[in-house]
């Protein structure tokens, strides 16, 4: 069956980086149902920010939230079907567990709203 799984979270310092993955098994990057691929992430108010939506087909097609809006990069691997999330400059506002989801469409909320999704990945900026 389909996972997505994250890592690459992190304790870190504000002002730098982290790089996250997301790995699928069980299909291939833009399998069937996967066409759109979003991070998100949860911080201690419990509520689900979108980070980024990105369409798999490798155009380089990319919504970020203007909360990490030239910070924060997302790139694919095809090869190894990982999905990666470089976040640079980071703050103590990042904090939160990142997750990946995947879906035939996009629009959700949070990421358990998808198809599919992963189990997330703690980042801490202090």
């Known amino acids: 069956h389909v996972q997505l799984v994250e890592s690459g979270g992190g304790s870190v310092q504000p002002g730098g980086s982290l790089r996250l993955s997301c790995t699928i098994s069980?299909?291939?990057?833009?399998?069937?149902?996967?066409?759109?691929y979003g991070w998100y992430r949860q911080g201690s108010g419990n509520e689900c920010e979108l980070v980024s939506i990105?369409?798999?087909?490798?155009?380089?097609?990319?919504y970020y939230a203007d909360s990490v809006k030239g910070r924060f990069t997302v790139s694919q691997d095809n090869a190894k079907s990982t999905l990666y999330l470089q976040m640079n400059s980071l703050k103590s506002e990042d904090t939160a567990t990142y997750y990946c989801?995947?879906?035939?469409?996009?629009?959700?909320?949070?990421?358990?709203?998808?198809?599919?999704w992963g189990q997330g990945t703690q980042v801490t900026v202090s």
């Open positions: 989801a995947a879906d035939g469409t996009y629009g959700a909320n949070c990421p358990w709203e998808y198809t599919y």
């Open positions: 069980g299909s291939t990057f833009g399998g069937p149902g996967m066409d759109w």
């Open positions: 990105t369409n798999s087909d490798g155009s380089g097609k990319t």
